[in-house]
């Protein structure tokens, strides 16, 4: 019988383990790079495009989108979605420079003009969990999104004095309810206690904005917003969800 041999040497060598590290370490960043690519969605340092799906870096790109107008601009363009940018307006501190108009969203009355980075935010919460709910829980597309406004030039809780409103420069909308294409309206002042499917649908859609907007705020927060979401892209706040 023939044995094999092999040198005692091997691994011995400190410059072997080395070699043998770095090789392991390279292949591991090579197909880093390669899974990142073909996933966009979770590489932190490529552009955001809302074509994509969301993924582990979604969230922190939108956040880095609310006090940098031309890059937010730069996602509507590159992602394709139809919207319209409208000349400043208001003075001092309800003064609007970033007024977009995103005309595909099922708002009602209107689409009303709010920043950029809320409106980005209202597309991928539409989209991501109010369309998919409504299907799931009623069997039913969305055929509204009911809202209360977004702009409104005065103080928070409309005090006299203490910090503005995200109203006051159209960086919020307040959200009333949703109607489905089947006729069934779903009231957040009406619907969202109990046990039902609609106070269900209700609380879903509140937690899924919290993926997308910056503050959340519902009924279990305050009496204040007993009738309505308020849904913000503050850069002062990330993640309240209330």
Not at 43 to 66: F, M
Not at 194 to 202: I, N, V
């Amino acid at each position: 019988m023939v044995k094999a041999h092999f040198s005692k040497r091997i691994g011995k060598f400190t410059g072997d383990r080395r070699v043998l590290v770095f090789l392991i370490l390279a292949s591991l960043l090579i197909a880093g790079r390669v899974w990142l690519a073909e996933h966009p969605e979770h590489d932190p340092w490529a552009p955001l495009d809302l074509r994509d799906p969301v993924g582990w870096a979604t969230e922190a790109k939108l956040q880095s989108l609310r006090e940098d107008v031309v890059e937010c601009r730069g996602v509507l363009d590159r992602s394709d979605v139809v919207h319209e940018i409208l000349e400043p307006a208001g003075e001092g501190a309800c003064r609007r420079e970033d007024r977009t108009v995103l005309t595909t969203l099922p708002l009602s009355p209107n689409s009303p003009p709010v920043t950029c980075s809320a409106s980005i935010a209202l597309l991928l919460w539409e989209r991501e969990a109010v369309a998919p709910l409504a299907e799931e829980i009623f069997g039913s597309e969305i055929q509204r999104i009911e809202h209360l406004g977004a702009y409104s030039c005065r103080r928070l809780y409309g005090r006299d004095s203490g910090p503005w409103s995200e109203h006051a420069t159209a960086n919020a909308i307040d959200i009333a309810g949703f109607v489905l294409a089947d006729g069934t309206r779903i009231s957040v002042l009406n619907d969202w206690s109990g046990e039902g499917y609609k106070a269900q649908f209700l609380r879903r859609v509140r937690d899924d904005a919290c993926n997308s907007f910056s503050t959340v705020l519902s009924p279990d927060y305050n009496a204040a917003h007993a009738d309505h979401f308020h849904l913000d892209m503050s850069p002062r706040w990330r993640s309240v969800c209330r």
